[in-house]
């Protein structure tokens, strides 16, 4: 992959998982602020918790830091996926985000 072409899928996630808190925030009880600086969003639950996804442009990845831990995650021309596990990045994005919400929310659609 080009460094280009990371950086358009990059930037995809970036403003999907933005648009997806403000859809969730619109359509649920949820209240995740997300604020974005550069290529970091820090996404804050209202029991003051976070998850921290950044780009590490040099090695190609994508970086999410939650509760459980930090995890890593590569394109692999279709989806972001975590370089340990093989999990998908939105999939495991919803399941951390509601663990520390302590309600349901779908990062995926």
Known sequence: ???LDYQ???EALLRRVEQTCDRINDETDADVDNQRVGGMITLTF?????IVINLQKPLHEVWMAARTGGFHYRFDGQRWLDTKAGSEFFADLSRYASEQAGLPLDFSS
């Open 46 to 50: 209202p029991n003051r918790s976070q």
């Open 1 to 3: 992959m080009t460094d």
């Open 8 to 10: 358009n899928h990059a």
